[in-house]
């Protein structure tokens, strides 16, 4: 199975920047934290498909007003974006750590 290209690929008014160390990209104007480089491709696939069914989720939720639902759906969006690297510890201290160790 190919692998599929991410969503901004398709998105030609969003210009893409990556900041000089890679850790951070710029969309409109905007830092917003890098999907971690070192993850497998099936893996990072698995959560940014995850991610977007979060996401969906949100938007049912919120359409329904359903406040539970709504949070359950933060919570995932929450983890998924933890998976890729865009949230929680910075990926990149965990490089420079296992580095230091070897």
Do not use: C
Not at 18 to 47: C, F, M, S
């Amino acid at each position: 199975m190919a692998a599929r290209l991410p969503l901004f690929l398709f998105m030609p008014s969003k210009k893409i920047e990556h900041t000089p160390d890679g850790h951070y990209v710029i969309i409109d104007g905007r830092k917003w934290r890098a999907t971690n480089p070192n993850l497998p491709e099936d893996v990072r696939q698995k959560w940014v498909d995850e991610l977007m069914s979060a996401r969906r989720a949100v938007g049912a939720a919120t359409k329904a007003d359903d406040k539970e639902a709504e949070d359950a759906a933060r919570d995932h969006v929450q983890t998924a974006k933890e998976a890729l690297g865009e949230r929680g510890p910075k990926w990149w201290e965990e490089d420079e750590k296992d580095e230091d160790q070897k």
